[in-house]
């Protein structure tokens, strides 16, 4: 008996080799399939979250670096004797000679013959002049203020990131607020004996008769400035390091700034 091979079907060969298959894929080719897509995906997620970090860590050095150097000016603006002073303009006046000299909020110092300048004051003591109280505590305030926010830098090994950052823009912002206070307050209180005296009888509040602001009250103004600058970044720092992981794990983020 001979059998035609074409009449015999292949089409239950073909269903049984295609199960064949199928069966083969599932038990071996898929989970390498997996394997293949998995790390690409985990490796590109390392890989974003480690740029993130580092960008906010390095804004994040930059903030706390302008921090304390703005605190360390700070102390220069609140001790300097050079908040207001005589111009140059009152050489050429027709009469008797004025005293010349500068002014801060501790001490008065007139220009003598020797080359450093006699300064009276309460400088060693701690004891701003009179017409200048309310504008030295206030100032003082500001710099306790900043110096604060220097001193919680050292809360990253044990706090979260985006509270240390809060916590400080807030002092920045209570710092800010002080010194504008200050800047404000000082020429209101221009009208002193010891104003009179150095800027001659012209002199009244928010009037400086002969005299004229020198560099540590535009110093302190441009300070103003600065901290508004320093406490707006904080809180942006502050919630992207919210953003920066799931809230399941936000114990990663702490230390950010002074991990190595």
């Known amino acids: 008996m001979v059998i035609n091979p074409e009449s015999v079907s292949m089409k239950p060969l073909l269903i049984l080799l295609f199960i064949i298959i199928i069966i083969t894929l599932q038990t071996h080719g898929a989970p390498a399939a997996v394997m293949s897509v998995s790390p690409g995906l985990a490796d590109l997620s390392r890989l974003y979250q480690t740029e993130f970090v580092r960008s906010a860590r390095a804004v994040g050095v930059l903030w706390a670096v302008c921090t304390l150097c703005f605190a360390i000016i700070?102390?220069?603006?609140?001790?300097?004797?050079?908040?207001?002073?005589t111009t140059d303009a009152r050489t050429h006046r027709v009469g008797p000679p004025l005293p010349s000299g500068?002014?801060?909020?501790?001490?008065?110092?007139?220009?003598?013959?020797?080359?450093?300048?006699?300064?009276?004051?309460?400088?060693?003591?701690?004891?701003?002049?009179?017409?200048?109280?309310?504008?030295?505590?206030?100032?003082?305030?500001?710099?306790?203020?900043?110096?604060?926010?220097?001193?919680?830098?050292?809360?990253?090994?044990?706090?979260?990131?985006?509270?240390?950052?809060?916590?400080?823009?807030?002092?920045?912002?209570?710092?800010?607020?002080?010194l504008a206070l200050a800047c404000l307050l000082f020429p209101d209180s221009w009208e002193s004996p010891e104003m009179r005296v150095l800027c001659g009888d012209s002199v009244g509040s928010f009037s400086p008769g002969n005299c004229s602001v020198h560099w540590a009250y535009i110093l302190a103004m441009l300070g103003i400035l600065d901290y508004a600058i320093l406490a707006t970044l904080a809180f942006v720092l502050a919630n992207r390091q919210d953003a920066l992981l799931p809230p399941n794990a936000p114990d990663v983020t702490a230390g950010l700034l002074m991990s190595a």
């Open 74 to 85: 700070q102390v220069v603006i609140l001790v300097q004797p050079s908040w207001i002073g």
């Open 102 to 178: 500068t002014m801060g909020l501790f001490e008065v110092c007139m220009e003598s013959d020797w080359p450093v300048p006699d300064c009276r004051g309460g400088l060693s003591s701690l004891s701003p002049l009179p017409s200048f109280q309310s504008v030295a505590v206030l100032v003082g305030v500001s710099l306790w203020a900043v110096w604060t926010s220097v001193l919680c830098l050292c809360l990253f090994r044990f706090c979260s990131a985006a509270t240390v950052y809060k916590i400080c823009a807030w002092l920045q912002l209570t710092a800010g607020f002080c």
